[in-house]
């Protein structure tokens, strides 16, 4: 059964209890302690170690609704989007990173041997290798709790259910229902980012999509992600005829030699 | 809320959810505001004039209850002849007395027994009140707290619209209210308000206090607090106090619920005295040391710097970050004989003697620091068990899991063992002063391999039981004058009914209905909400469907409803007390407020205010201008402590510190940070101490997003990374625009991540009524780059240019003259009695 | 796997038998993938415990093994925060589990500029005799105009918002019976 997380920024409080909680739960070192001056994003980005990040966007824009002069603060939980077409799972060479019983992508760190093509092969840049042992980490999106029917930590810990966890079916539902009635309030910024393969080709949809308040590019998400290996058969293709007609080329061209020293 | 209280917040965002309206209004736009409905920044320390001008607002286009008020409150009182309001006289009441700088506090009493019911009448509390605030106009809004008066007609609207019979609103605060030199006056305008909408008794309504610490409302309730003893009875004064009669004459009030006081007292002494405590010697009441004054917080770290303190023991807290005016608290713990300090990491304040901006500027060696000094580890809340009391009056049970770590130990089996080591030091003793030690009840079951107390005994102690055969009451109401019951708070009397621990009950949420009544217990009597008989009519009725929670039933003839009815259960809507009646009899059917010697809600507080009997607006101690409102510039009793190491900027308008200073707490610390800054996942989120600054601020002063940044008080200078923000704006006041710096305040000389505090700019200065210390509304300069420490001003120095000493100008031509209730080392023993 | 027979384990027929082809799902899965349980599910006992933060009162479950906490998580059943915690509510198994709990008691002696390090007991008789020795010396019994004091302001305390109710309730009766009245905590800040 697909599972995946809806993840409502338009309720999000920023509190970063998504970035604990997985950290808890995953065991995970902080990621350096260092002031950025970004608002009160000091975790900067996803990473290896870091597999939620909450980001402050501070925007001389009102927001719909609110009565608070041209300003308005957008928070927003990152994490993993376990992709319908996973770049990372299709680079990976070592059947480290799987898809699972539960429709997301998870790395097997036991297998991994941290060559780093799942780096490039993500078009959010996610998975990402830790410094101290050379592995590639990444949100499992709790896979050790959904084996026992756990929700992940984040979703659990979330105070406002801006994280939302269930089944993919249902989440769709509930956040079609939810922008409807964010635009019927008035809200018509509100839409649904890699909700499905319409709405995102080049990932074929997020199985951890989300509701956004403005331009992708202001929550630092690629506005039309595709994933690299999407092109691969296309590429392999194209690489087929180029290498037969160089073939063609040469043949012709020894031939022609030939008629020619013939001749 | 948002910030602090990150998942109480998520029923207001249910309520959102569901149509409610959010209105923030702080100085900053926060995690709150980001999803709030409105958002109104207002300068801090100006709530007085925000919350009269919505006084004015409710009683000028009649947007009160009116039969909640005229019932429910004291606004049809008439107030004695001779009263004269700050309207008067200038920012001052009647009753001033001018060479003890403080109040008479009988010059605001009411006629005993007049009323209009009309609420007509000029010497009315309602009449007396709308011309109080009749000047909290809109405008003067806009002019005082730089709220602009479009926003904040829509913000009085939303709110006289969501009040009413069929709506309610509630209030929620924290210590932006509190840490001011008015504070206690703040939530009293803020009751006026809600009291006028019949906001309060009400589900939905109320005025909810956010508080910080896991059981800080169980501190006050079981108070570590000078003033008082379990359950808010009163600590002796030493003056008046003299004997249990005379204490009884004096605290314990006539009328309404508290005329049950005296049970509770003889009930506390015998749980502390058990046997030795007799009506013959007035239940051991001499035993109880007396108060002279003020023994609070900053009063004893005034003592501890003149050495008339020796020893202290700081318990979970860490005062050299957390308190205000650092030098100051370091200073007395300098000249400590020794300290004792009980936590779970190595914090600041056990190694004051190591590390402080002292020695970083060389006044101070270690080696000339005499203190002795005991750390102690701390047991977490993992390996103890107990109770901690929520901000909602709920108690919750902790189990325990496991047992703490190496020599780490609960406070319990501290102070218990402690308590046996002094016990058998004493033994012996014929020294009448020990008794009071000796004859202390300290038999308390041990259990485990660390003899542990047990925590559930001392439940049963604090809940009360009948001495006879030691069973627990089930209340406060089995409680006996005559020496027959024990109990160690009253109001906590029933979370140990029928021998159980009602504090360990968790009945799932989802089993139960809104209220959820069987999680826990709340006190009084497991009530969810204070005053609840005000959600019914006078005739006992729910004022709406919507919004009932309790209500009289004339079948059964006793209150009934969700909630547990916050009234006498069987006392009919129709009762009024017989003329000469005593104690609680004098409670009629229609006085919701019980615990008030009325039962009314007070709009006038005819007493128990120190500065008058309606807040009123007057600035900080300092401020950036004068007060707009009267001549009178600050509060007239506010506490302050004069001293060298304690300067003060001018009034108003100091050019050398021209700034508007607040400082406040983030989600991702907690407080002094004991319990954050050690956390490498907490510390990583928020990993330095910085400055938020608007953008107007950072271009005029030079700031870069990211650099070092000074800011300057006459206490101290310390230095933080700039925040360059457009959530920080400048407040338009008056005519004048003035910049505010934002100052988280979590961090110290220790941890995983370190930073400069705060609270070294803060100055000693107390509200009188509670002597609370002011945080929210300073003034302050702020410079680019750091200041190497040599060249920071000391508290008592003037390195710095254009830091001085204190300077005390006249403030206003009616600013009385006087001591303005200084406390001094020299007057610690003084008679403010 | 090792006690199958060795065709059925055989790759490509692991992959059509689960309709694998790629080998992206279940046939690569890892023996430790394929034994991958929560934690806490292996636990001995699950302690109901609140958080130590703020005064929300936020129910925490504590999950213990081997008498060791292994993970605390928000309680589903609480009225109050229905199993959610915030960052720091998060970061309490950091808390009570984490190094920087300090677990030995310290000693400073008068001007020495290191601690070190006594044993429990003895510290606390010291401590004991301490209090004796401030309050016998400033004890007041009377003030000067002859009502009673019966008190010594030589000792101060601060904290209890942290603290148990049980706890707060000792301390106020213990230093009530030894005469300290400078009891005072966060609730007063």
């Not at chain 1, 995102?200 to 951890?208: D, F, I, R, V, Y």
């Not at chain 2, 509200?767 to 609370?772: G, L, T």
Request: aromatic share 10%.
């Amino acid at each position: 059964m697909p599972k995946g997380f809806f993840t409502d920024t338009s309720i999000c409080i920023g509190c970063k209890a998504c970035e604990v909680a997985c950290k808890q739960w995953n065991q995970l070192p902080e990621d350096g302690f260092f002031f950025s001056g970004m608002s009160y994003d000091n975790t900067m980005q996803l990473d290896a170690s870091t597999w939620r990040h909450v980001s402050f966007i501070e925007r001389p824009v009102a927001l719909s609704g609110q009565d608070a002069g041209a300003f308005s603060w957008l928070m927003s939980s990152d994490v993993c989007k376990h992709c319908q077409r996973a770049g990372c799972l299709e680079n990976c060479p070592t059947g480290a990173i799987i898809r699972t019983e539960f429709d997301t992508v998870y790395v097997q760190p036991d297998i991994c041997n941290g060559c780093g093509y799942c780096v490039v092969g993500c078009p959010f840049g996610v998975i990402n290798r830790r410094e101290e042992d050379g592995r590639a980490w990444k949100c499992t999106l709790c896979y050790d709790r959904l084996t026992d029917g756990m929700t992940p930590a984040c979703a659990k810990a979330c105070p406002t259910a801006s994280i939302q966890f269930g089944e993919l079916e249902d989440l769709h539902r509930d956040a079609h229902a939810r922008v409807e009635r964010l635009q019927a309030a008035g809200v018509k910024e509100a839409y649904l980012y890699g909700v499905d393969k319409d709405n995102q080709p080049g990932t074929e949809g997020l199985n951890a999509f989300f509701l956004l308040l403005d331009q992708p590019e202001v929550y630092n998400l690629p506005p039309d992600p595709v994933v690299p290996t999407k092109k691969a058969a296309e590429s392999w293709r194209a690489m087929f005829y180029t290498a037969l007609g160089a073939a063609a080329v040469a043949m012709a061209a020894v031939i022609a030699t030939r008629g020619e020293r013939a001749r | 809320m948002a910030e602090n209280h990150p998942v109480g917040f998520q029923w207001v965002m249910k309520a959102k959810e569901r149509g409610a309206k959010i209105i923030h209004v702080d100085p900053r736009f926060t995690r709150t505001s980001a999803v709030a409905d409105i958002h109104a920044a207002i300068r801090p320390g100006t709530d007085i004039a925000f919350l009269g001008g919505l006084i004015r607002f409710i009683l000028e286009n009649g947007r009160h209850f009116p039969e909640y008020v005229l019932n429910y409150t004291n606004a049809a009182m008439i107030v004695n002849d001779g009263f004269q309001d700050t309207e008067d006289l200038d920012g001052l009441f009647s009753g001033w007395d001018k060479d003890k700088a403080e109040y008479n506090l009988d010059a605001w009493k009411l006629a005993s027994g007049g009323r209009d019911l009309t609420l007509q009448d000029p010497k009315c509390v309602f009449q007396i009140l709308k011309r109080h605030y009749q000047r909290y106009t809109p405008e003067m809004v806009y002019e005082v707290c730089g709220i602009p008066p479009e926003k904040f007609l829509l913000i009085a609207e939303t709110l006289c619209a969501n009040s009413g019979r069929e709506r309610t609103s509630a209030f929620c605060y924290a210590v932006g209210w509190t840490h001011h030199l008015t504070g206690a006056q703040i939530i009293r305008a803020a009751s006026i308000v809600q009291t006028l909408l019949g906001n309060i008794g009400r589900p939905g309504g109320g005025i909810l206090a956010l508080r910080g610490h896991a059981s800080i409302q169980g501190s006050t309730d079981i108070p570590t607090l000078f003033n008082l003893f379990p359950g808010y009875l009163a600590m002796p004064r030493a003056k008046q106090d003299t004997d249990f009669e005379a204490y009884c004459k004096n605290e314990i009030g006539e009328t309404g619920w508290w005329g049950e006081g005296k049970k509770y007292l003889v009930s506390m002494l015998k749980a502390w005295y058990g046997e030795k405590a007799t009506a013959e010697n007035g239940w051991a009441f001499d035993y109880i040391p007396r108060l002279t004054g003020d023994h609070s917080h900053m009063t004893s770290v005034v003592n501890m710097i003149d050495r008339t303190v020796k020893g202290y023991f700081v318990v979970g807290e860490n005062p050299t970050v957390g308190s205000p005016h650092g030098a100051m608290q370091r200073e007395g713990l300098r000249n400590l004989e020794w300290l004792v300090v009980r936590d779970l990491a190595m914090i600041e304040t056990a190694e004051f003697w190591k590390v402080s901006p002292e020695h970083a500027r060389g006044e101070v060696r270690t080696a000339d620091i005499a203190t002795e000094v005991f750390f102690f580890p701390a047991a977490a809340h993992t390996e103890k068990e107990g109770s901690f009391t929520n901000t909602q009056r709920l108690l919750q049970w902790r189990h325990k899991a496991i047992e703490p770590p190496g020599d780490a130990r609960s406070e319990l089996h501290f102070f218990f063992h402690l308590g046996k080591r002094l016990r058998e030091l004493y033994a012996g003793s014929t020294d009448p002063k020990d008794r009071a030690l000796l004859d202390l009840t300290w038999d308390y079951p041990t259990e485990g391999r660390y003899e542990d107390p047990s925590a559930e005994a001392v439940l049963k102690e604090i809940n009360g039981f009948t001495i006879a055969d030691g069973r627990a009451v089930k209340g406060f109401t089995d409680l006996k004058e005559d020496g027959s019951t024990a109990c160690g708070c009253w109001i906590y009397s029933g979370v140990y009914a029928h021998s159980e621990n009602q504090a360990a009950r968790r009945k799932p949420a989802s089993q139960q209905d809104w209220v959820a009544a069987e999680w826990g217990w709340a006190w009084p009597t497991n009530r969810r909400i204070l005053y609840n008989r005000a959600s019914a009519d006078p005739e006992g009725k729910p004022w709406s469907e919507r919004k009932k929670v309790v209500w009289w039933d004339e079948d059964k003839l006793k209150w009934t409803g969700f909630d547990v009815p916050d009234f006498i259960e069987t006392l009919p809507p129709s009762h009024r007390p017989a003329p000469g009646a005593k104690g609680k009899e004098t409670i009629s059917g229609i006085d919701p407020f019980i615990m008030q010697p009325d039962g009314k809600a007070w709009l006038f507080s005819p007493k128990g205010m120190l500065e008058g009997p309606l807040p009123v607006h007057y600035e900080a101690l300092e401020s950036v201008v004068r007060n707009a409102l009267y001549g009178q510039q600050c509060n007239p009793v506010r506490i302050d402590y004069d001293r060298a190491q304690n300067p003060m900027h001018r009034p108003y308008d100091d050019q050398r510190f021209p700034y508007l200073l607040t400082t406040y707490r983030l989600t991702e610390h907690h407080t002094a940070g004991g319990m954050s800054r050690w956390l490498s996942w907490l510390s990583e989120l928020q990993p330095e101490m910085f400055c938020e600054v608007s953008v107007d601020l950072a271009a005029e002063k030079g700031l870069r997003n990211g650099d070092w940044a000074t800011i300057v008080t006459a206490r101290a200078a310390i230095e933080a990374r700039v925040l360059v923000t457009e959530r920080i704006v400048p407040l338009r006041i008056g005519k004048r625009t003035f910049q505010q710096i934002g100052l988280p305040y979590h961090w110290g000389s220790s941890g995983l991540v370190r930073g400069d505090s705060a609270n070294e700019l803060s100055a000693l200065a107390a509200d009188p009524n509670v002597s609370i210390m002011n945080s929210k509304a300073h003034t302050a300069n702020i410079e680019p780059g750091r200041v190497a420490w040599r060249l920071r001003p000391k508290p008592n120095g003037n390195r710095l240019p254009g830091v001085g000493l204190r300077d005390l100008p006249s403030v206003g031509q009616n600013r009385p003259e006087g001591k303005h209730h200084v406390i001094t080392s020299r007057d610690k023993q003084g008679d403010q009695t | 796997m090792i006690d199958k027979p060795f065709l059925s384990t055989w790759p490509l027929l692991n992959q059509i038998r689960n309709r694998d082809l790629l080998a992206l799902g279940h046939t690569a899965k890892s023996g430790r993938t394929q034994q991958l349980q929560p934690r806490t599910k292996t636990a001995d006992r699950v302690v109901k415990s609140i958080c130590p933060y703020c005064a929300v009162g936020c129910g925490q479950n504590v999950y213990v093994k081997n008498d060791r906490i292994i993970d605390i998580e928000g309680d589903p059943d609480s009225p109050i925060s229905a199993g959610r915690l915030c960052p720091k509510g998060s970061a309490s198994f950091q808390l009570v589990t984490g190094n920087q709990r300090a677990q030995k008691v310290l000693y400073r002696r008068p001007h020495a500029t290191e601690w070190e390090t006594i044993p429990l007991d003895r510290a606390m008789d010291m401590v004991a005799d301490r209090v004796k020795a401030a309050r016998d010396a400033n004890w007041q019994d009377k003030h000067e105009e002859g009502h009673p004091l019966h008190r010594t302001l030589s000792m101060a305390h601060l904290g209890g918002a942290t603290l148990d109710n049980e706890e707060n309730y000792l301390i106020k009766k213990l230093f009530c019976g030894l005469g300290i009245v400078q009891v005072e905590n966060q609730a007063r800040i």
